[in-house]
């Protein structure tokens, strides 16, 4: 019966409930800061936000992001700055998604979507080029033939920016302190995770800054 012990746990488990989905036809929800394909913002008035600083391509540490600014033309301006983001790639075969370039991106041009499911059967593919990551006219990302884009993907694609207050500090949350995007507005800051503590009543940051945090 020694023989037979190893059988054990693989019938056990055949009468059990299924956790699996039948992926992927049926995929599970995607949390909203979800860190998926960049995409490059727009104002609400449709011009860029990027206004090639690199200081993206500066923080990242996969070395994936090249940038080069170029002085804006007086008579079409691309960006409300002096310059904007000339040349713009990321390439997807050294990107980690440590979301570094959203967090150093001063006027909140580079957010990232859900979306993280894509193959490239070639390396050209996998560089993605500004024209690829600017949001089209209605906002939403542009969608890649090679993407497996689902229902929700391309909504909320700065809540990772929206959920970071202004140098750490509690007297910043629950401000809007970030600009309109194109085809979506002035979007609402996201609540605290916790409103009160349960014992004390006070609000978590009151409870942060007492005890030296931010």
Same mark, same amino acid.
């Given at each position: 019966?020694?023989? +037979? ?10 009468? +059990?409930? &299924?956790?699996?989905?039948? $992926?992927?036809?049926?995929? &599970? ?13 727009? $104002? ?25 600014? /170029? ?35 001063? #006027? ?12 490239? #059967?070639?390396?050209?593919? /996998?560089? $993605?080029?500004?024209?690829? +990551?600017?949001? =089209? ?25 929206? /959920? ?10 629950? &401000?809007?302190?970030? %600009?309109?995007?194109? =085809? ?23 409870? %942060?800054?007492?005890? =030296? =945090?931010?």
């Amino acid at each position: 019966m020694g023989s +037979l012990d190893g059988f054990k746990v693989t019938f056990r488990q055949m009468f +059990l409930p &299924r956790v699996t989905s039948s $992926y992927p036809d049926e995929k &599970r929800p995607k949390p909203e800061r979800h860190h998926g394909r960049h995409v490059l913002n727009r $104002y609400e008035d449709g011009m860029e936000k990027c206004i090639g600083c690199e200081l993206c391509a500066g923080v990242c540490p996969a070395r994936c992001i090249y940038v080069r600014g /170029a002085d804006n033309p007086v008579d079409a301006p691309v960006s409300p700055g002096e310059r904007y983001g000339f040349v713009y790639e990321i390439n997807y075969l050294r990107c980690i998604h440590c979301d570094l370039c959203v967090e150093a991106c001063p #006027t909140e041009a580079i957010t990232e979507s859900k979306l993280f499911e894509y193959s490239f #059967t070639n390396r050209s593919d /996998a560089i $993605y080029t500004k024209e690829e +990551l600017v949001v =089209g006219d209605d906002g939403n990302p542009r969608h890649l033939p090679w993407e497996d884009w689902r229902e929700g993907d391309d909504e909320d694609v700065s809540a990772w920016v929206r /959920a970071t207050s202004s140098s750490g500090s509690a007297e910043f949350v629950g &401000r809007v302190q970030w %600009s309109g995007d194109l =085809g979506r507005g002035v979007q609402e800051p996201e609540p605290p995770q916790r409103e009160a503590d349960e014992e004390t009543g006070e609000p978590w940051w009151v409870l %942060s800054e007492n005890r =030296g =945090g931010k």
